[in-house]
């Protein structure tokens, strides 16, 4: 059952007008209580509900009568037909709709998150994410509306130019910065776009990608862009936080509350109060403390290690991690319900190697500013060094394409950049791109535990020692322990 408080008043800043806009909603539930409940909780703010439908085909009747402008659907009904079958239709009727769901299951996710929802909450949830769950979905249903009607409007445009005999003139509605990030390709558009929509909001955000696409960069641009942009915006690496300090770390303790803690600490989640919060590689973070996390994010207090109350915070989070979340949730190493009540507004970076046509404005920024730095006055990368960065796969993405610019610019005594000082092992990683799309890719999880495993070969199993794995890692012991587990590393003994 659903259980929710008295009417709680709509805060995000585009609420009147969204339910001005569209308010008529069907619920499709095939539990009544749980209908029920929801039907109040809409309608006591603002919404018109147009009906309950407890199967697919009873959907399909309301929505040929009433005309609803959004679904609220639960993914297992009475019948034969699921919520996801009906999720396909509205897809093809071009009405958004929001999941609701108790089930956890890997398969069950994945297919429904094929049918592109506009938001998926877990039973049980409270009144407040429906409400900021309908808003958000309205608005990038409304927003999409937009985007399709402006770009068929510009496609009409254009071609009404080239029957009189005139051409599109390249880019010139296309940026080539946003907010100091560069890239003109379709994904990067379209990621710009997704910051600008969710900027102005208090929604917790997502961003996913491989390291070195720029996660951070994303997560500073839609602060700097909220109205929170004066207030702190604090950074925290979860993979470098110790499981047994990392409680301290985001909640503070109090003076005596254990040993070593000689005075009080003030939290991170404090520190940010008024302001924004990353997370970063919030898939590193420990289970047990993720239940933890989840209860600030839904009540917005914390506590104090060796505190006697609890303390309201106002912060708002953006987390962002580079592993598969939806294999953490199938192996049990991260929280669905955490995952969904982050996942409202997921922002996906795309790899360097997807969006090739940037990386020649990426190299050209970064010689200008390296050069800069370096007091050095190259402004030219010859055409065979570009060969060599378009051929190149970008395994550190972003980040390494940097890194090489950088060290090009030191090595560099001319006016022009002649040759890219690629990694050693370049041979494999220079391809085509026909053979860049035939050959599998394996996860960064997947690269870090075949290094494991041969280090450990080369160690005979031994982890600890001056020869052991570890020190060769340069990684502590625990460390070391906990990662082989992790990745489902079994040594046949220990030394």
């Known amino acids: 059952m659903v259980f929710f408080s008295k009417k709680v008043r709509l805060e995000s800043y585009k609420t009147k007008l969204l339910i001005t806009m569209c308010n008529k909603i069907l619920i499709v539930e095939d539990e009544y209580i749980v209908a029920g409940d929801i039907r109040i909780t809409l309608e006591n703010n603002g919404y018109n509900v147009c009906g309950i ?20 659907l639960d993914i297992y009904l009475q019948g034969e037909r699921t919520g996801i079958d009906l999720a396909l239709l509205l897809n093809e009727m071009n009405l958004p709709f929001i999941y609701l769901s108790a089930n956890s299951s890997a398969q069950v996710l994945q297919a429904a998150k094929a049918t592109n929802p506009y ?16 808003d958000i979905a309205q608005y990038r249903h409304h927003y999409d509306q937009h985007q399709k009607a402006r770009s068929l409007t510009i496609s009409e445009f254009e ?22 990030i560069i890239g003109t390709s379709e994904s990067m558009q379209e990621v710009f776009e997704l910051v600008k929509q969710v900027a102005g909001s208090t929604t917790s955000v997502l961003i996913l990608g491989e390291s070195g696409t720029g996660k951070e960069g994303i997560a500073t641009v839609i602060h700097k862009l909220s109205p929170r942009r004066n207030k702190p915006f ?12 990392i409680e301290s770390e985001f909640f503070g303790h109090e003076k005596g509350s254990f040993t070593g803690a000689y005075e009080r600490r003030i939290g991170k989640f404090e520190q940010a109060s008024g302001g924004t919060i990353m997370l970063d590689e919030i898939g590193e973070m420990p289970v047990d403390f993720q239940v933890k996390l989840l209860r600030v994010l839904q009540e917005k207090e914390i506590e104090r290690i060796g505190g006697k109350g609890s303390i309201k915070v106002d912060v708002r989070v953006i987390a962002a991690t580079s592993r598969d979340l939806e294999k953490e949730i199938a192996s049990g190493h991260f929280r669905l319900d955490l995952y969904y009540r982050l996942f409202v507004f997921p922002v996906l970076l795309p790899p360097l190697r997807e969006r090739p046509q940037d990386i020649p404005l990426l190299a050209h920024h970064f010689l200008k500013h390296y050069a800069k730095l370096a007091g050095k006055k190259l402004e030219v990368i010859s055409d065979y060094a570009m060969e060599q960065l378009m051929t190149y796969s970008w395994p550190g993405n972003v980040r390494e394409l940097q890194h090489l610019i950088e060290r090009s610019v030191l090595m560099t005594s001319g006016k022009q950049v002649e040759e890219i000082s690629l990694p050693s092992s370049s041979e494999t990683k220079i391809t085509n791109t026909k053979k860049r799309t035939d050959s599998p890719v394996k996860t960064m999880e997947e690269l870090e535990r075949d290094h494991i495993l041969s280090v450990l070969k080369k160690c005979n199993n031994r982890i600890s020692g001056p020869n052991g794995a570890a020190v060769l890692l340069d990684l502590p012991v625990s460390t070391m322990v906990s990662k082989m587990k992790k990745l489902g590393i079994v040594k046949s003994n220990i030394i």
């Open 159 to 180: 071609n009404t130019f080239k029957t009189v005999g005139f051409e599109k003139a390249g880019n010139e509605g296309i940026k080539t910065d946003f907010e100091g």
């Open 234 to 245: 604090i950074k925290v690496n979860c993979a470098a936080l110790p499981a047994n300090l």
């Open 53 to 72: 439908a407890f199967s697919v085909d009873e959907a399909l009747e309301i929505i040929a009568s009433e005309k609803p402008c959004l679904i609220v």
């Open 119 to 134: 938001g998926f909450l877990v039973k049980p949830f409270r009144e407040k994410d429906l409400l900021v769950t309908l």
